[in-house]
């Protein structure tokens, strides 16, 4: 099998490229992702996503860390703001159709293995159903994405091969790939996620909020149709 990354996908006709710079772990990131969504249906304008790899916590052990400890650890929050902190995002994701369920026991994984099954999934035409079933997997399943099993379940629930993905998660063959566009997108400042880029010309970092989305959304729609 041909596993030579793709660097684009086909997008429906009219589509506005949008690549989003994102780690699994971020709650962010799927937040601000389904604030695009939102942006997206409410507006009509259709969109072609991409997302690129980046990792929150490289230097994370493949056994992971508690989520809790972690967020305290990293950032100085007391057990309380930690918690009051999720507890916000636990509403905003309901408010998009989305679940995090995080216990005391959650945990947080590294995710350079990860990346390297999304582009696989790029090369296979499902990288964006499977970057969504990981965030799923991870924030409402509370599933281990540490285990090459779990991973190679996922996969298949949105269509790949299961003895190809695992022998990409096995063999490590697009590490050097991943770490290419983790740089990539690094030398140019990119710092944070989530970052997206629309029509190759705007970055917003961050989930801005459905208000924010469908404002770039109609702005980049606009120029692309006056060209």
Known sequence: MDTQIKMTTARPQNA???TIVSDVMCPWCIIGYRQLEQAMADTGIKASIRWEPFELNPDMPVTGQNTSEHIQQKYGSTPEQSEQSRAQMKTLGESLDFAFNWTPKSHMWNTFITHQLLEFALSEGKQ????LALFEAHFTDQRDLSQTDVLVDIAATVGLDTDNAKRIIESGELGAITREKQQYWQARGITGVPSMIF???YLVTGAQGVAA???????????AAAV
């Open 16 to 18: 506005i490229e949008v």
């Open 213 to 223: 989305y469908t404002d770039i959304l109609t702005r980049t729609a606009a120029e």
């Open 128 to 131: 964006h159903q499977l970057k």
């Open 199 to 201: 029509g190759g010309k």
